[in-house]
């Protein structure tokens, strides 16, 4: 329970997380049936840039830092928009110095009849989403293992949705409860939306992890990647991965116009680089 996301806020990661994360609500308001989001690993909703912790790295400047300040085409910026649009309501000076996690995102972007999971384990981090939520019939903040969510909490009863899991990968085997998580819940809930998040550090486990998620039989599994740098022999942070089940028609295509913009401006000199790849389903097979 060592894990702060405040320390991550808003970098290359999570621009390319919530970016998706935003593009998928957007695709489900062209229904007008509610539809909920279940945000598994929560964290605390917003985070301050100026603080020690955000301040001690400093990832968030190669990351929404650079964004916020970028030029970019234009069908990517009207993609861009809704995600970019939540960031500068909390920042109404202008600049970036409060940074949205995914429950801001996503309550920012949810119409009237839609709702909000949000599942947060730890303490303090569980505590400040209450609070911030606090009041809202739109939002309801549980204090749970998030990975016990993937249970309890599905399928929802609008039987409409995202599934975000994005846990912290400070404990190994995360790649396997993510495995384990998804059959559980697909079983419960075929039809539904899930995005699962990764950090691409360890590549021997990312390649183990996409090849457990073809075994698993489901299908439409597609995985996104987003790399800002090749491959090193040190324990860093080069990428990361959502891997998406029951990615929505055509949103392959909006993704890809989005990645391309952000190699442009989040990449490491001309070495950044990004997949869309079908894991699963006809796709794959062709």
Same mark, same amino acid.
């Given at each position: 329970?060592n894990?702060?996301?405040?320390?991550? *806020?808003? $970098?290359?990661? +999570?621009?390319?997380?919530?970016?998706?994360?935003?593009?998928?609500?957007?695709?489900?308001?062209?229904? +007008?049936?509610?539809?909920?989001?279940? +945000?598994?690993? *929560?964290?605390? /909703?917003?985070?301050?840039?100026?603080?020690?912790?955000?301040?001690?790295?400093?990832?968030?400047? &190669?990351?929404?830092g650079?964004?916020?300040?970028?030029?970019l085409?234009?069908?990517?910026?009207?993609?861009?928009?809704?995600?970019?649009? #939540?960031?500068?309501?909390? $920042?109404?000076?202008? /600049?970036?110095?409060?940074?949205p996690?995914?429950?801001?995102?996503?309550?920012?972007?949810?119409?009237?009849?839609?709702?909000?999971?949000?599942?947060e384990?730890?303490?303090?981090?569980?505590?400040?989403?209450?609070?911030?939520?606090?009041?809202?019939?739109? #939002?309801?903040?549980? $204090?749970? &293992? /998030?990975?016990? *969510?993937?249970?309890?909490?599905?399928?929802?009863?609008?039987?409409?949705?995202?599934?975000?899991? +994005?846990?912290?990968?400070? %404990?190994?085997?995360?790649?396997?409860?993510?495995?384990?998580?998804?059959?559980?819940a697909?079983?419960?809930?075929?039809? @539904?939306l899930?995005?699962?998040?990764?950090?691409?550090?360890?590549?021997?486990?990312?390649?183990?992890?996409?090849?457990?998620?073809? %075994? #698993? /039989?489901?299908?439409?599994?597609? &995985?996104?990647?987003?790399?800002?740098?090749?491959?090193?022999?040190?324990?860093?942070?080069? @990428?990361?991965?959502?891997?998406?089940? $029951?990615?929505?028609?055509?949103?392959?295509?909006?993704?890809?116009?989005?990645?391309?913009?952000?190699?442009?401006?989040?990449?490491?000199?001309?070495?950044?680089?990004?997949?869309?790849?079908?894991?699963?389903?006809?796709?794959?097979?062709?």
């Amino acid at each position: 329970m060592n894990y702060r996301h405040i320390y991550h *806020a808003g $970098n290359f990661a +999570d621009v390319v997380k919530h970016a998706v994360l935003a593009r998928i609500i957007e695709y489900l308001k062209k229904k +007008d049936a509610a539809f909920r989001v279940i +945000d598994t690993h *929560a964290g605390r /909703g917003v985070y301050d840039l100026s603080s020690a912790e955000a301040q001690k790295t400093g990832e968030w400047r &190669d990351g929404i830092g650079r964004l916020m300040d970028a030029s970019l085409p234009q069908a990517a910026a009207e993609l861009l928009e809704p995600y970019l649009e #939540t960031v500068r309501a909390l $920042n109404p000076k202008g /600049g970036v110095s409060r940074y949205p996690g995914s429950p801001a995102i996503t309550r920012h972007l949810l119409r009237k009849q839609d709702r909000l999971s949000a599942i947060e384990l730890h303490p303090v981090d569980a505590k400040a989403l209450g609070a911030k939520f606090a009041g809202d019939i739109q #939002t309801r903040v549980i $204090n749970l &293992d /998030g990975w016990l *969510a993937l249970g309890a909490h599905i399928p929802p009863k609008e039987r409409r949705g995202v599934v975000l899991v +994005d846990p912290p990968f400070e %404990e190994a085997g995360e790649f396997d409860r993510m495995i384990q998580g998804l059959i559980k819940a697909h079983k419960r809930w075929p039809s @539904g939306l899930y995005a699962f998040w990764y950090p691409i550090k360890d590549r021997r486990a990312v390649n183990a992890f996409r090849s457990d998620l073809k %075994e #698993t /039989g489901i299908a439409r599994i597609t &995985d996104i990647v987003f790399e800002v740098r090749p491959p090193s022999s040190e324990p860093r942070l080069d @990428g990361c991965g959502v891997t998406v089940v $029951n990615l929505p028609y055509g949103l392959d295509r909006e993704v890809g116009i989005i990645l391309s913009a952000l190699r442009s401006v989040l990449s490491e000199g001309s070495s950044g680089r990004f997949s869309i790849t079908a894991l699963s389903g006809e796709d794959a097979a062709a």
